[in-house]
């Protein structure tokens, strides 16, 4: 029995470690090349979706800044959707030049209020892109997004980037999006497969993601649902690295603990609900599917693989006359990890954040460890994030900017 409990460890481990490692390497391999934005007399018209549940404290500031963008105002319109703003809120979102949606919900997601401002564009519109009510987009985002669509990319998820890195949570949660944006987005694209995507940032070609969306109505993680859609339809999902959104990183334990909550739930979730379609369409030749609905699901998430291999080593070590694998593997099994984590992350973060990363990852690991006994629930629940954030200050980009 003991064996057979070594056995689906090492195998369900090492597998998770050996897939982070060769999409890590993978997008080490390709050179980031900055696209020029070269002159063009062809401007999609873009309809910028902003769900803004319950965001009174930032979204007037967010507003006022894609109002700044470097993109022909009449090629692009900004529609908020105003789910439970306060009525001073929406005064001023309407006496700005943005489009206010408001609406309202039994129960709120953010599938309900893309759904209800999707019914209300017009045939118009060639892009549609998806932001959150926190996120700022960089001046030239919609030039880069636009060349890529005039390149033939019907679907693109551009790069998300902290928008604050100032308290221990902001800095392990910067490290975590850009390792996540390092081996699910460009390391996939890198071997051929199609990027995750990642809520805020997805840009779609407007027929596309209306017909797509008529099929969602999830409570959370309804992004996992909506790039199984794209890929079960045949259409690639490219990752735009030059094109950043800034997004808010969450900065106290309470709000790290209620959004991972909601992410471990929706992985779970998710991986009981497609695990056996990915299969299917994995022996129909559709690796993407395969790679989105089951390895990507069945993935452990990196803070609670570093908990399981340590408590697994932990065990090897105090059990040592029981157990048949040495204790050297689940080290060598650590540090390969460790490497698979580290090579993502660039030189100025090792110089300026890596000893509070350090620091405070026990405390992160262990708080994942335990929402693990309070995700039941989490997924028939909105859990919403608050954000307070108006100004960038990324450091790791040298960007400051206020708004």
Not at 150 to 157: E, L, P
Not at 190 to 201: D, P, T
């Amino acid at each position: 029995m003991i064996l057979l409990i070594e056995i689906f460890l090492l195998t369900y481990l090492t597998g998770c470690v050996l897939y982070n490692f060769f999409f890590s390497i993978a997008g080490k391999l390709v050179r980031r090349t900055p696209s020029a934005n070269p002159p063009t007399d062809i401007y999609s018209k873009v309809a910028i979706l902003v769900p803004a549940y319950k965001e009174d404290a930032v979204i007037l500031s967010v507003a006022r800044s894609y109002m700044e963008l470097d993109y022909p105002a009449s090629q692009y319109d900004v529609w908020v959707i105003a789910d439970s703003l306060q009525p001073e809120t929406l005064r001023l979102l309407e006496a700005s030049e943005v489009k206010v949606l408001p609406v309202s919900f039994e129960k709120s997601t953010k599938a309900k209020s893309l759904n209800a401002a999707l019914g209300q564009l017009d045939d118009s519109y060639d892009l549609v892109l998806i932001s959150d009510a926190d996120n700022v987009l960089a001046h030239d985002f919609l030039l880069k997004v636009n060349q890529s669509y005039q390149q033939g990319h019907h679907v693109i998820q551009a790069q998300r980037v902290a928008k604050n890195i100032e308290t221990p949570f902001a800095v392990l949660d910067t490290a975590n999006e850009i390792i996540a944006n390092h081996i699910y987005r460009k390391g996939s694209n890198a071997v051929g497969l199609s990027s995750s995507v990642i809520g805020s940032g997805m840009v779609f070609h407007y027929p596309l993601i209306k017909s797509v969306m008529e099929q969602i109505d999830a409570t959370g993680g309804f992004d996992k649902v909506l790039q199984l859609e794209i890929v079960a339809r045949g259409f690639h999902i490219h990752y735009q690295e030059d094109a950043l959104i800034f997004d808010e990183k969450v900065e106290h334990s309470e709000a790290f603990s209620n959004q991972r909550r909601r992410w471990i739930s929706s992985q779970f979730l998710y991986f009981r609900r497609f695990w056996k379609p990915g299969v299917k369409m994995l022996l129909k030749g559709n690796v993407d599917y395969f790679n989105l609905a089951f390895c990507h699901n069945l993935m452990l998430p990196r803070m609670l693989l570093i908990a399981g291999i340590c408590f697994v080593a932990a065990c090897s070590f105090v059990f040592s006359s029981y157990v048949h694998i040495p204790l050297w593997y689940w080290g060598a099994l650590f540090l390969l990890n460790a490497m698979s984590l580290a090579l993502p992350l660039p030189a100025l973060f090792y110089r300026k954040y890596l000893f509070t990363a350090l620091l405070n990852l026990p405390k992160a690991v262990w708080m994942m460890v335990l929402l693990l006994f309070r995700i039941k629930g989490a997924n028939k629940t909105f859990i919403h994030t608050q954000h307070n954030k108006t100004d960038i200050n990324n450091p790791l980009l040298n960007v400051a900017r206020k708004n």
